[in-house]
Structures are given as structure tokens and as C-alpha cells.
């Protein structure tokens, strides 16, 4: 089973040889590495060269006028010649036992979803494993550290939108709408690096409002499209997607922009078609870690008693 390995690649000398070195020496050799380079200024383009003049059979290479993460993955997703799809940041890096630990629970499932480990290039900041059940899916948002069946991505087209921030949610709903069957693994073997220069860290200090309007407007489309009916899961996914949305941007936002920021995306949540006639405000997941659970009804409570001012200030102080 071959399994290809999409890496959008913008100004990443630093850490690109780093990235490619870690895949080049999994313990699983039947892979292709498919370098989408979005329009770098830097030598990343010189390394990748290198790479393939070293190792032709395993690389792909295209190069594209800057236009974002999203739009390279769906390249490599178009000509990604495996049976399933992984993708990494170049930033990131794998455990050598990474392919091999994913695809050994394979069963020609779906999605294979498995968790990370944030590290700052010295040391391990913390771990994240999933536990084996069906929120995970919902939990585990990100694009990297899982595989998904070829046939299944394409079968359905299911592509990165050009958002701002929130692709890899859409992509995450996308793929549970329209699955048929999963594993999920309690492993870690894939390396997230807090990197200054990343979208995440960025958005932390341009004070420019990043909503999440056309996100869920676009996932409200595709749970209609497709029928699904579990709307207690939907909503308590996009209050959560919201939520995060204004911990990620604490820093850069004042405090009315903030509230300004949340009360527009939960009367937008509230309000869309596929939450029609579901009354519950407060929300509750038995899957998800209990202070999360808090967080999200302390935030839905203080909107509701107009107080959530008060807990924006405090939210800035953390």
C-alpha cells in the first residue's frame, strides 16, 4: 500500500531538510513525497532540488504563484498517485514509526486518525492521543498526523477552502459527513513545532479580526447537503470552533472586538438552517476533557447574562 505525503512548502529553509530527512527515514518505505512549493522567496526551491536529484523515484515537485496552504494541498491532493493521503507541514516532523504505526490499523478504513506532539525543536511541550471513540473525529481537527483513503478524498471531492484560518475544521466536517468507517489510534508519532512565522502565531499578532463566518456558513451548507441529522454534535462543534477562535486571537484583539467577534458568530451559529428547531443552548460532550465542557457553557452563560465583557478581560490576563 502506497501512501503519499503532501507538503506545501512557503520560505521553510530552515526547517524543510529537517521535515523531508524524518520522511525519508520511516521504517515504511512505499511512499511519495509530494512537494507543492507556494511561491517561496527563500532557497526552500534549492533543497527541494537537491533532494530530488538524490532521490528521483521518491518525489513529486510543483511550483505555484503564491496562493496559500490550502490551495497547494489540494494540488498534491490531485496528483497524488497513492492509496492514501497524509499531509505535514514543513515545519513538522515524524516519528520514524509514524507510517507503519497508521497504516498497520489500516483495514482499508476511511480516515485514520492518530495524535501529535507539540515540541519547540528541543523538547516535547506535550502529547495529545485520542481516545478511541467517535468524538475524536470532531476533536482531532487538523489535517496532518492521519491518513485518508485516496479513493475516499477524491470519490467525494472533498478540497481545502481558501479561508483564512479554519480550512482544516471545514476539511475535518467534510470528511465526517461523509465517511463510511475510521480507526482511530492512541499514538503520537507526528511532531507539531511552534513556529513563530505560522498562520496560528501571526494572526496572535496582527490586530486584524479573523471570523469564522464563511466557515460555518459553508459547513452548515454541507450538513444540509448531506443530510446529517446529529445536530447535537454540530452545534456543540461549531460553539467550540467559534470559542477557539477567540482564544486564539485574545492577544491581538481588544476586548470589544473580541465580544463583538463572538456574539456575531454565535447568533450566526444559532441561526443556521441545519441547527433549525434545536432549542438546547448550553452544551455537553461525555467524550470531551471536562474543562472544556466548562469553558464552553461559562462562555455561553456570560453571553446570555450579558456579562461576557467581564470574562474577555479576564481572558486577555491568561
Known amino acids: 500500500m502506497k501512501v503519499s505525503i503532501i507538503i506545501p512548502v512557503y520560505n521553510s529553509e530552515q526547517y524543510l531538510a529537517r521535515c523531508i530527512e524524518s520522511i525519508l527515514c520511516q521504517s515504511y518505505q512505499n511512499f511519495e513525497i509530494i ?11 534549492d533543497i527541494i532540488k537537491s533532494y ?13 504563484k ?3 496552504a490550502p490551495v497547494a ?4 491532493i490531485d496528483i497524488a498517485h497513492g492509496d492514501y493521503i497524509t499531509f505535514v507541514d514543513s515545519d513538522d516532523y515524524l516519528d520514524a514509526d509514524f507510517l507503519i504505526s497508521l497504516i498497520k490499523y489500516n483495514e482499508d478504513k476511511d480516515v485514520i486518525i492518530s495524535g501529535y506532539k507539540k515540541t519547540d525543536g528541543e523538547k516535547i511541550l506535550y502529547v495529545k492521543k485520542p481516545k478511541i471513540n467517535y468524538w475524536s473525529l470532531f476533536k482531532y481537527t487538523t489535517n496532518w498526523a492521519n491518513l485518508y483513503k485516496t479513493s475516499f478524498i477524491k470519490e467525494n471531492n472533498i478540497r481545502f477552502e481558501r479561508f483564512r484560518i479554519g480550512e482544516d475544521v471545514d476539511f475535518t466536517f467534510n470528511c465526517i459527513i461523509h465517511l463510511n468507517s475510521y480507526a482511530i489510534i492512541s499514538y503520537a508519532g507526528y511532531n507539531y513545532f511552534t513556529n513563530s512565522s505560522s498562520v496560528t502565531n501571526t494572526i496572535n ?4 479580526i479573523n471570523s469564522l463566518t464563511d466557515v460555518l456558513y459553508c459547513m452548515n451548507k454541507r450538513a444540509i447537503e448531506s443530510n446529517y441529522k446529529d445536530k447535537k454534535r454540530i452545534y456543540y462543534y461549531f460553539v467550540k470552533t467559534s470559542i477557539f477562535n477567540i482564544f486564539i486571537q485574545r492577544k491581538a484583539l481588544c476586548v470589544v472586538q473580541l465580544k463583538n467577534l463572538f456574539e456575531n458568530e ?3 451559529i444559532k441561526s443556521l438552517e441545519c441547527l433549525k428547531e434545536y432549542k438546547t443552548v448550553f452544551v455537553w460532550e461525555k467524550n470531551e476533557e471536562l474543562y472544556i465542557n466548562l469553558v464552553l457553557n461559562i462562555f455561553i452563560l ?6 461576557l465583557k467581564l470574562l474577555l478581560i479576564c481572558l486577555k490576563k491568561v
Do not use: A, M, W
Open 35 to 45: 512537494l507543492i512549493n507556494d511561491g517561496s522567496t527563500d532557497h526552500s526551491e
Open 52 to 64: 530530488i536529484t538524490r532521490f528521483p523515484e521518491k518525489f513529486k515537485y510543483e511550483f505555484q
Open 66 to 68: 503564491n496562493s496559500g
Open 73 to 76: 494541498r489540494n494540488k498534491g
Open 205 to 208: 499578532k496582527v490586530k486584524k
Open 266 to 268: 454565535y447568533t450566526l
Open 302 to 307: 456570560c453571553y446570555k447574562l450579558k456579562i
